[in-house]
């Protein structure tokens, strides 16, 4: 017996001691709390958008708060199966039956990476291609000793990430956070892994790994490559992209509302409501009244008193002479005057 074969069965002797060793104990219970907080963050920046009037992103976003319901969904149903697992026996393998599969792996993948001390069986892919994106290489790590403990006891780790330009926790369209989405492969996983077919496991997760299927994607790979907006998300071209004046921020048609003062585009966060007519400016062309600190439009300012304040240190001007008048004022009251 080689080196090589001598550490495989090495391995096989510790996975199954170690499978005879462990019962079903009540491991730790992972909540899919960030995709919840990924929803409500969704929700309000819809809010904001229909508030403001941008349908178009707010039916964006629609979509977006429509996929990260469909992740949650998926996440929790990881915790239902987890639960419904805990008290499942488990028929301990055979060392012969794990050796064998260790030696039909390293013929597969060319090469199985053995880690005793943290319980980790390694093998690595192909480049993995889909659609003419180039994703590259994975490692599939499974940890032995958590087969028994959680649903999901295996990570796939990009090796060379070329992730999604709007999520770079998403670096294949199955894979968020080296948590692979099984999918329809599902059942089949969970059934090799309860058996201990390791071999059957790697080559599931290995052929999920080099196929697509569209609208089951954290990211579908039409949006692989469009870089976000960074209001709404929105994944856009090289031609759909604007840019905000202020911060140079990426910014799709929807999201790149101009300066009622200036005409120039700004991204949400550098536009700001005048406290009067509520309309959005950018921060250059918004004064603060010397009276009451609140910052106004030319439109609703009297030099740099706002026409509020002005009204109060004037009370005693003709309502009919539109020489102090604001412009705003004066432009109404002309207007009038011709009606008549």
């Not at 496991?201 to 692989?224: K, M, P, S, T």
Request: aromatic fraction near 8%; charge should be negative; charged fraction near 25%.
């Amino acid at each position: 017996m080689n080196k090589t074969d001598r550490q495989l069965l090495r391995a096989a002797v510790a996975i199954q001691d170690r499978a005879c060793r462990q019962g079903p104990l009540p491991g730790q219970i992972h909540l899919p709390e960030y995709a919840w907080t990924q929803i409500q963050r969704l929700k309000r920046q819809i809010a904001l958008a229909q508030e403001r009037g941008w349908h178009l992103a707010a039916s964006s976003l629609a979509t977006d708060l429509a996929q990260a319901c469909r992740d949650f969904h998926r996440q929790l149903d990881t915790v239902f199966r987890d639960l419904a697992a805990r008290n499942v026996p488990g028929f301990p393998p055979s060392v012969s039956a794990v050796y064998q599969d260790l030696r039909a792996l390293r013929h597969e993948f060319g090469e199985v990476e053995i880690d005793l001390k943290a319980h980790e069986l390694a093998v690595t892919t192909n480049t993995v291609q889909l659609d003419g994106i180039l994703l590259g290489e994975f490692e599939i790590r499974l940890n032995w000793s958590d087969i028994r403990q959680v649903s999901q006891p295996y990570r796939v780790v990009a090796l060379d990430p070329h992730p999604a330009a709007r999520r770079e926790d998403v670096t294949h369209p199955h894979v968020q956070d080296e948590r692979l989405c099984e999918g329809e492969g599902r059942a089949a996983i969970a059934t090799a892994l309860a058996d201990s077919r390791f071999y059957d496991f790697f080559l599931l997760v290995d052929q999920i790994l080099h196929n697509y299927g569209r609208g089951g994607g954290y990211v579908e790979l039409d949006a692989w490559d469009g870089v976000p907006c960074s209001d709404c998300g929105t994944s856009l071209g090289e031609d759909d992209r604007y840019y905000c004046h202020a911060c140079n921020s990426t910014l799709c048609v929807s999201c790149s509302p101009s300066c009622p003062g200036c005409d120039n585009s700004f991204c949400s966060s550098c536009l700001r409501q005048c406290a009067a007519c509520g309309y959005d400016y950018c921060s250059n062309c918004l004064e603060s009244c010397t009276v009451c600190r609140k910052r106004f439009c030319e439109n609703c300012r009297e030099g740099r008193v706002c026409a509020s304040c002005y009204e109060e240190l004037h009370p005693e001007e003709p309502q009919n002479d539109t020489s102090n008048d604001s412009p705003a004022e004066a432009t109404c009251l002309a207007g009038q005057t011709s009606e008549g």
